[in-house]
């Protein structure tokens, strides 16, 4: 059985033994606190990740398209080849998190900070990038922007030894 915090006090009981795989599709997790966890392979597909903290967690492959994730934190966490498309990722923090092989494809990251994060490899085509904190954010030849963007203007690093 896994007790899941939240911000308000409040605690959920789960059936699991474990995060990894699980279906948590629809699961009211507005203002829940995750930290040190792993999400791996699981599907939140129509979830309420609102607020959500998921501090130095684990989300490799996790299925969160079209998601509400505005305002969360994933300060630390390891996301690589999850799928964020089509989800409001806004004002949401994704310091220092390996976002490496992730599909933001039409996600809304209005005001969202991904400084130190490693974009390598990531699908960024997502509206209002240019209202992003992007410093120090890591990139190569195949992190996909959207039309117009450069990288180069937005104080991101390309990833050395990667070609021009």
């Avoid at 795989?21 to 507005?30: E, P, R």
């Avoid at 999850?82 to 992730?102: I, N, Q």
């Amino acid at each position: 059985m896994i007790t899941v915090r939240f911000e308000t006090g409040e605690c959920m009981e789960l059936p699991f033994e474990s995060f990894i795989g699980k279906d948590l599709k629809g699961i009211n997790f507005h203002r829940a606190i995750f930290e040190y966890l792993d999400f791996s392979g699981s599907d939140f597909a129509g979830a309420d990740l609102r607020n959500s903290v998921f501090y130095f967690s684990v989300l490799n492959n996790a299925k969160m398209k079209g998601v509400p994730l505005v305002n969360a934190i994933l300060t630390g966490s390891t996301m690589r080849g999850v799928d964020l498309s089509e989800s409001l990722l806004m004002y949401s923090d994704f310091s220092k998190t390996d976002l490496m092989l992730a599909n933001l494809n039409n996600a809304n990251v209005h005001g969202a900070d991904f400084r130190g994060a490693d974009l390598s490899n990531a699908n960024l085509n997502v509206l209002a990038l240019d209202t992003c904190e992007l410093q120090g954010a890591i990139y190569n030849s195949s992190t996909i922007w959207p039309e117009n963007f450069n990288p180069d203007n937005h104080g991101l690093l390309r990833k050395n030894g990667d070609a021009h």
